[in-house]
Nanobody, 125 residues
Framework: QVQLVESGGGLVQPGGSLTLSCAASGATLEHYPIGWFRQAPGKEREAVACISSRDDSTHYADSVKGRFTISRDNAKNMVYLQMNSLKPEDTAVYSC??????????????????WGQGTQVTVSS
């Protein structure tokens, strides 16, 4: 059973930074494409970033490109989302997810099979 757990959320001022972590039990994350997603109140869940298992290639939503960075630490079996220059509109519950079928990641919710519970990120002064 693959279980994902996110951590690192919190309250940060606009312009600040946070790093989210995605840890796994029952799985070696380097074998899975991993995506980060977010859902703001009253809005649909959206893809933020993903990293492939084949070649560690990455993709980002236009809204976070240049501000967020997704990365892996295979020795720690972790995936991170470094978030810089945060804006109030980045406020959401952030979740990580793993794709069990393919090796190249996509920014599409339907491609992911295992999900964490999420961590709250609030950007406010």
């Amino acid at each position: 059973q693959v279980q994902l757990v996110e951590s690192g959320g919190g309250l940060v001022q606009p312009g600040g930074s946070l790093t989210l972590s995605c840890a796994a039990s029952g799985a070696t994350l380097e074998h899975y494409p991993i995506g980060w997603f977010r859902q703001a109140p009253g809005k649909e869940r959206e893809a933020v970033a993903c990293i492939s298992s084949r070649d560690d290639s990455t993709h980002y939503a236009d809204s976070v490109k240049g501000r967020f960075t997704i990365s892996r630490d295979n020795a720690k079996n972790m995936v991170y989302l470094q978030m810089n220059s945060l804006k109030p509109e980045d406020t959401a519950v952030y979740s990580c997810a793993a794709d069990k079928e393919f090796s190249l990641c996509v920014l599409w919710i339907g491609a992911y099979h295992y999900w964490g519970q999420g961590t709250q990120v609030t950007v406010s002064s």
